[in-house]
């Protein structure tokens, strides 16, 4: 097979490459299948009908709607504020935060490895390139000349093939990383924004209107869901 050829041709540390070339693969596809098919959601559309609902305060209606979303972050951050509306802004607030510390470091899970990995897959391509070069001086010092134009083609061989493999982990890396740092950013935005629209419509309706406080909301099914959220 061509591959396999290609990475004996590349020596130990072309198969090292490849090596973290598949574990950034398989993180690659892990993150993508998280942040973009699993988190997929409609926030814009949710957060209209919670808005509605609010207004009417048919909160046990609102957190049936949130129950049937339990791993959408923010949806997560939605619940927490819906559950604790008897509190004041100061109060809702906290809770907003303390959903935050939860849900942002789930959407920046194992992201940061495709920076490193990108980075040490450079690194060892260039090691591989000064091993080439010092097998082809070695070459060119002490072989045979019968043998010194194999040594040298084949050390010119490690030198070349191990950039190039650093360089197809390298690249695809960072630009993985640059794409899920993204969508993981919107997500944090949504999540943020989302919860203090939620806020703000809880504490609009309570202080501009004339009617009493909002009533701490009885416990809605599916509320385990949230703490066996997963990444």
């Given at each position: 097979m061509q591959i396999i050829h290609f990475l004996n041709e590349a020596g130990a540390?072309?198969?090292?490459?490849?090596?973290?070339?598949?574990?950034?693969?398989?993180?690659?596809?892990?993150r993508y299948y998280h942040l973009y098919i699993k988190l997929r959601?409609?926030?814009?559309?949710?957060?209209?009908?919670?808005?509605?609902?609010?207004e009417?305060?048919?909160?046990?209606?609102?957190?049936?709607?949130?129950?049937?979303?339990?791993?959408?972050?923010?949806?997560?951050?939605?619940?927490?504020?819906?559950?604790?509306?008897?509190?004041?802004?100061?109060?809702?607030?906290?809770?907003?935060?303390?959903?935050?510390?939860?849900?942002?470091?789930?959407?920046?899970?194992?992201?940061g490895y495709l920076s490193m990995l990108a980075n040490v897959a450079t690194l060892l391509g260039l090691l591989g390139t000064i091993h080439g070069l010092i097998l082809s001086f070695q070459a060119v010092a002490a072989a045979d000349a019968a043998l010194k134009q194999t040594l040298l083609a084949q050390g010119i061989s490690v030198s070349m093939y191990t950039t190039?493999?650093?360089?197809?982990?390298?690249i695809p890396g960072m630009m993985a990383f640059s794409f899920l740092t993204t969508r993981q950013n919107s997500l944090t935005e949504e999540t943020i924004e989302g919860t203090s629209k939620v806020i703000e419509k809880i504490s609009s309706t309570i202080f501009t209107q004339n009617t009493p406080r909002f009533k701490k909301p009885e416990a809605m099914p599916m509320a385990s869901g949230f703490n066996n959220h997963t990444n």
């Open positions: 540390v072309g198969w090292f490459i490849a090596f973290i070339g598949l574990g950034t693969l398989g993180i690659i596809g892990e959601f409609e926030g814009k559309a949710f957060l209209s009908k919670i808005g509605v609902l609010v009417q305060r048919k909160i046990d209606e609102a957190l049936l709607i949130c129950s049937q979303h339990p791993d959408i972050p923010l949806v997560v951050g939605v619940q927490r504020v819906l559950e604790n509306c008897d509190k004041d802004l100061q109060g809702l607030q906290q809770i907003q935060d303390i959903v935050l510390t939860e849900q942002l470091p789930r959407l920046a899970a194992r992201i190039a493999l650093g360089l197809v982990v390298a």
